[in-house]
């Protein structure tokens, strides 16, 4: 049996799929720091879809809430893909599609030209006969695109003769914030976890006038932090109780506060997260099951040969900072802040995320990364 090896890096363009994975991914990793990227899952399964046929299109297209018409698939995201070019002048937000293809069998001239055309994906033939190499010349793929954050994506086994074609997208993410947290106020501050712990955390300090309030329906604080001259910000969702994360992850999808502008006094953890996911077992679970069978029909991705999808693998990185953030999809002990220094200002909204909090990098339009932060680690 020859294998589609779908490899991912890491809402979206589609809308509701990328809310479905999200949810079982922080179900799934409720006790497990998270950072992900649904839009990059997104990306890479809709360019399959794009050679996909029969029973197993209808399950694809169905789960990842597409039209009928692959031709209103392809526009979306050439729409998307081209309006994402050169938009941001500051804040850097890459989005890149490769397609590899063992040089033993031939690409559909259609295929490669409408993922070519709408996703901005180059076609690279690749010899298999040395299975080190090849994914040597994969992995430096991902690593230039992720600028170094994700170095390893496939090993020689993801690349031995069985395999016909691996599929990447790599999302990447840096940007500074608009008001920069100031080093010299991070201390050691206590976070509590879910589980009653605690843990020593480097806690950043910030005093300004941000987009913030409480969201009743989530019983949660929300806060924005814009990234300078960007569309972008980080929004972080602070439940009021501690323990209260996985019921406020549930209540959050496709939830767009509409927030006021007030002064506010934020304490928010440094933290780095990197996280990977083969995720067959998930997209089993919502409904796209022949892609991976010996019935999968993908006739429309090469010539010949049977393929289907063996893997998909979800891989991300992200780091937050007093300076800004930066992410892949593809860190001196000093007694905290007093408590009374936090509260002298009793005009000002109070954002203490000192326990289990989620958190998005979004447009107004797109989220590009989505996680929660759970616990500090070591």
């Known amino acids: 049996m020859k294998f589609l090896s779908l490899i991912l890096l890491a809402t979206s363009v589609t809308g509701r799929f990328t809310d479905d994975l999200y949810q079982l991914l922080a179900k799934n990793n409720a006790n497990k720091n998270l950072i992900s990227s649904p839009l990059s899952v997104d990306i890479a399964l809709s360019m ?3 050679g996909a046929g029969g029973k197993t299109a209808q399950e694809m297209k169905d789960v990842l809430k597409h039209p009928t018409d692959k031709k209103e698939v392809a526009r979306k995201y050439k729409e998307f893909l081209t309006n994402l070019e050169g938009r941001e002048k500051v804040v850097i937000l890459d989005l890149a599609n490769r397609i590899y293809v063992n040089n033993r069998f031939t690409i559909v001239p259609e295929f490669n030209q409408v993922v070519k055309d709408s996703f901005k994906a180059g076609a690279e033939a690749i010899s ?3 299975p080190d190499k090849a994914a040597s010349i994969i992995n430096k793929w991902v690593n230039d695109q992720t600028r170094s954050r994700i170095n390893t994506i496939v090993t020689n086994k993801d690349t031995s003769s069985n395999m016909i074609m691996v599929l990447l997208n790599a999302i990447y993410f840096k940007g500074r914030w608009q008001y920069e947290f100031d080093p010299k106020r991070t201390r050691e501050g206590d976070f509590r976890t879910a589980d009653k712990k605690t843990v020593p955390v480097q806690m950043m300090f910030l005093d300004k006038s941000l987009r913030a309030g409480y969201v ?3 019983d949660a604080k929300v806060i924005e932090l814009p990234y300078r001259n960007s569309s972008l910000s ?3 969702f602070l439940p009021e109780k501690i323990d209260g994360l ?4 549930r209540k959050i999808a496709g939830f767009s506060p509409r927030l006021s502008v007030q002064s506010v006094l934020c304490r928010l953890p440094k933290f780095k997260i990197e996280f990977s996911s083969e995720l067959k077992g998930i997209l089993e679970t919502v409904g796209i099951r022949e892609a991976f069978s010996d019935k999968a029909n993908f006739g429309g991705l ?3 040969g049977k393929p289907r999808i063996s893997k998909v693998i979800h891989k991300v990185f992200i780091e937050v900072n007093e300076g800004g953030a930066e992410a ?11 408590t009374s220094a936090i509260y002298s200002a009793p005009t000002a909204f109070i954002f203490n995320a000192d326990h289990p909090f ?4 979004r447009d107004k339009d797109t989220i590009y990364f989505q996680g929660h932060f759970v616990r500090p680690e070591k």
Request: net charge negative; hydrophobic share 55%; aromatic share 6%.
């Open 246 to 249: 996985q019921e406020m992850e």
């Open 302 to 304: 090469v010539k010949t």
């Open 328 to 338: 892949a999809g593809a860190t001196a002990i000093i007694k905290m802040v007093p």
């Open 358 to 361: 989620a958190y998005v990098i």
């Open 128 to 130: 298999v006969n040395d």
């Open 234 to 236: 980080m929004v972080i």
């Open 216 to 218: 009743q329906e989530l």
């Open 48 to 50: 399959v879809y794009m």
